[in-house]
């Protein structure tokens, strides 16, 4: 089975060669059951391209696959680290690419499939985030910062050294902020800098890249209706878990979407009607940040599913697979 160390020149060959197809769109447009619909189809397996999904123990809120869809097909990269664990991009990018050449080694074809822009674009752009400084010392304060001063304070800071990253980062995304700010504080040269020269460098990977999109005010009421079947599926239970295991509330996972707001209400901080309403709110808000994403991707071929069935769109691609 090849591994990480294959020849970089011989992974570039294969790549070339058999090019994933990536599935990607906002929360609830209906991307994992495409991805299984289309694996059945075309003899492939997934690999899994959203932030949430690597941790163990969150899966009501992540909308993590079942155990009767991965029974349909393969999926990698799920349940992979704790929730206590900071996992970089750079570190998901590498495991997908050792994911993908396992799958094809195999004879098999590859299907990248998640929300996450940031991951998406690392593979497909082959950035090479692993060469920006680190410091684990610097890393260490500043998230002793962040959880004595809170998220907010940072990205000010942020503002500061970095305005373009401060712009592109939600004031709630800690571990980014702090990842930005060990960059500048080591280097005295912004991340979007480096991110620049990564930009310049970069050699981009052939993909056949899909977006499915339905009419914003459907996937808004599905968003809601999500978040109702998330909460009687036993999502504010799944929390109680994670904390009573010990994992403290300031965790980058549990301050993620969905498991803040929960948090919050299980420490008295607000009722229940106000927690699942600002769930709803904030994956609407997130819904429309991540359109905006895939949007300025002009490669994206988009699919209206909003009056189709997840086996027609697997049908409706792989068409167009084989009309290449």
Not at 99 to 116: Q, W
Not at 192 to 201: G, I
Not at 237 to 249: F, I, Q, S
């Amino acid at each position: 089975m090849p591994t990480q160390e294959a020849n970089p020149n011989d992974f570039t060959a294969l790549w070339n060669a058999h090019p994933p197809v990536v599935i990607v769109g906002s929360t609830a447009v209906g991307k994992t059951a495409t991805a299984i619909a289309l694996a059945e189809r075309w003899n492939a397996e997934i690999i899994n391209a959203d932030s949430m999904q690597i941790y163990v123990g969150m899966d009501i809120g992540t909308a993590k696959p079942t155990q009767e869809e991965r029974q349909r097909a393969p999926f990698h990269l799920l349940d992979i680290v704790e929730p206590s664990v900071q996992f970089s991009v750079a570190e998901w990018k590498q495991r997908a690419e050792t994911a993908y050449l396992d799958i094809v080694s195999r004879g098999k074809n590859a299907i990248v499939c998640g929300g996450t822009g940031l991951y998406i674009r690392a593979l497909l752009d082959n950035w090479t985030l692993a060469q920006t400084p680190q410091d684990p010392e610097v890393r260490n304060a500043l998230r002793n910062a962040l959880s004595e001063v809170g998220a907010n304070v940072l990205h000010a800071r942020l503002q500061e050294v970095d305005p373009s990253t401060a712009q592109r980062l939600h004031p709630n995304d800690g571990v980014r902020i702090v990842r930005a700010l060990e960059v500048f504080q080591i280097t005295g040269k912004p991340i979007s800098e480096w991110q620049a020269q990564d930009e310049d460098a970069k050699r981009k990977r052939p993909a056949y890249r899909f977006g499915l999109e339905v009419p914003r005010p459907e996937l808004y009421a599905r968003i809601d209706a999500r978040v109702l079947q998330m909460m009687q599926a036993g999502f504010e239970a799944e929390v109680r878990t994670l904390l009573e295991k010990g994992y403290p509330t300031d965790l980058s996972a549990l301050k993620s979407l969905g498991y803040k707001e929960l948090v919050a209400f299980l420490k008295g901080e607000m009722d229940y009607p106000t927690a699942v309403e600002a769930i709803q709110r904030n994956t609407r808000l997130f819904a429309k940040r991540q359109q905006t994403w895939f949007r300025a991707d002009p490669l994206i071929q988009w699919i209206d599913v909003s009056a189709l069935r997840s086996q027609e769109v697997a049908l409706l691609i792989q068409n167009r697979l084989l009309s290449n």
